[in-house]
């Protein structure tokens, strides 16, 4: 992002594509289930965007993906749309996403302002993914007890294998994110 005010068109355009990718990786059907539990790819994307494009940008890019669902066009998992899904059981995840990007995403950019060495850059990566999730599982589980009156008790246990399986997501996120950064270092937020 530029130092003045305002976006450039570069950086329009990456909030864009990564809008998209999130969306794309919605409609994926998961690879593999554990039990009932889905092992699909969107969380990757989510935690990519605010490593990758920073606070701000990133943080643009979850919103955009948010508003272009709730106004219609099936982005969310399993092709669903509209306001209905942002305050249904699994809307507190959605919420936690946009918080996540914005704070993941700051502490993305103070990690890389101090440049890290190559080979400890996927380990400061992995500990911003592991900061977005805790928000976004904060949150979600809030979004159960509020939107799908589950006691604090239901709403952690039926995140605990989920929780697992996002950490072994932040782990590639982490490590697409180096490849990214080290392949395109202007990105960098």
């Known amino acids: 992002?530029?130092?003045r005010r305002g976006f450039q068109a570069t950086d329009l355009a990456l909030i864009a594509v990564?809008?998209?990718l999130i969306a794309v990786l919605a409609v994926i059907p998961p690879i593999?289930?554990?039990?009932?539990?889905?092992?699909?790819?969107?969380?990757?994307a989510v935690m990519l965007t605010p490593m990758v494009l920073g606070?701000?940008?990133?943080?643009?890019?979850?919103?955009?993906?948010?508003l272009v669902g709730v106004l219609g066009l099936p982005v969310f998992s399993g092709g669903k749309s509209g306001v209905g899904v942002l305050v249904g059981p699994t809307g507190g995840y959605l919420w936690g996403w946009l918080v996540g990007a914005?704070?993941?995403?700051?502490?993305?950019?103070?990690?890389?302002?101090?440049?890290p060495s190559r080979s400890m850059l996927p380990?400061?990566?992995f500990l911003v993914a592991l900061v977005d999730l805790v928000l976004v599982y904060l949150c979600g589980i809030v979004g159960l007890m509020v939107f799908a009156?589950?006691?604090?008790?239901?709403?952690?246990?039926?995140?605990?294998?989920?929780?697992?399986?996002?950490?072994?997501?932040?782990?590639?996120?982490?490590?697409?994110?180096t490849a990214v950064l080290a392949a395109f270092p202007r990105l960098m937020p």
């Not at 593999?32 to 990757?44: E, H, K, T, W």
């Not at 606070?55 to 948010?66: E, Q, T």
């Not at 502490?107 to 302002?113: E, G, N, P």
């Open 1 to 3: 992002m530029s130092s």
């Open 18 to 20: 990564f809008a998209a």
């Open 32 to 44: 593999f289930m554990v039990g009932a539990v889905p092992f699909a790819l969107q969380m990757i």
């Open 55 to 66: 606070s701000v940008r990133g943080g643009c890019a979850i919103g955009l993906y948010l």
């Open 102 to 115: 914005f704070v993941a995403g700051a502490v993305a950019t103070a990690v890389l302002r101090r440049r």
């Open 123 to 125: 380990v400061w990566l």
């Open 149 to 177: 009156k589950l006691s604090l008790t239901a709403a952690l246990i039926a995140n605990g294998v989920l929780f697992g399986l996002d950490l072994v997501k932040g782990i590639l996120a982490s490590l697409i994110a």
